[in-house]
C-alpha cells in the first residue's frame, strides 16, 4: 500500500539536527527502531508540509533521506510564545514536582481545547517561570535517515482525529 491521504505510516529513522551556523556539525537527537517506531496519520498529523510530500506514494520497506531547512520544518523562534507565568500555578496537586520547573526542562501541558503541548523553562526568576513555547526543534534543520516500517489505512476515527489509537 502506497503514503496517501489517511493512511498510517510507521516510520523507523535517525534524527540529526544542525543549526544555521557555518560548519555546524549534526547531532542526532532521536531515534526510533523497530521497537518503537513513529507512527502518524498522514495528510493530517501536523507535521511539516515537506515532510509529509518527501514520503508521499512511497511503500512499506522504502528508504529515505532528506533534510528540512530550518524554514521548511519549523521556522524561527516566535518570541511572542516566550512567556512570563506564575509559578503558583505548577503546584504538586496539579501534577508538577520540583525538579520539573529547573532551567531547561520540558513542561507538559494541556491547552485551553484539551490537547498536549509543552514548554521549555528558560528561567526561574522566583514567583515567576520565564517559559518558551516555541517547538524544541525551532531554528533546527532537520536531517531525517530511516525506512518505511508500517503503511495502513486509517480508521474512520483516526483519520477524523489526525492521530494514530
Known amino acids: 500500500m502506497k503514503i496517501t491521504e489517511n493512511t498510517v505510516v510507521g516510520l523507523t529513522y535517525e534524527l540529526k539536527v544542525t543549526n544555521d551556523a557555518a560548519h555546524s556539525l549534526p547531532f542526532s537527537v532521536e531515534v526510533r527502531d523497530e521497537e518503537d517506531p513513529f507512527y502518524f496519520v498522514f495528510g493530517n498529523s501536523g507535521l511539516p508540509e515537506k515532510f509529509e510530500r518527501l514520503l508521499e506514494n512511497k511503500t512499506e520497506g522504502n528508504t529515505f533521506n532528506f533534510t528540512l531547512s530550518v524554514e521548511e520544518a519549523y521556522g524561527y523562534s516566535d518570541e511572542e510564545l ?27 501541558l494541556i491547552d485551553e481545547d484539551g490537547y498536549p503541548m509543552q514548554a521549555k523553562v528558560i528561567k526561574d526568576m522566583g514567583e515567576e517561570l520565564l517559559l518558551d513555547f516555541n517547538h524544541p526543534l525551532v531554528g533546527m ?4 535517515d530511516g525506512e518505511i516500517y508500517r503503511v495502513r489505512k486509517a480508521t474512520k476515527e483516526e483519520a477524523a482525529q489526525g492521530f494514530v489509537e
Open 82 to 108: 516566550v512567556l512570563t507565568v506564575p509559578k503558583a500555578q505548577f503546584t504538586n496537586e496539579k501534577g508538577f514536582q520540583p525538579e520539573m520547573l529547573e532551567e531547561g526542562s520540558f513542561l507538559p
Open 141 to 144: 534543520n532537520l536531517h531525517f
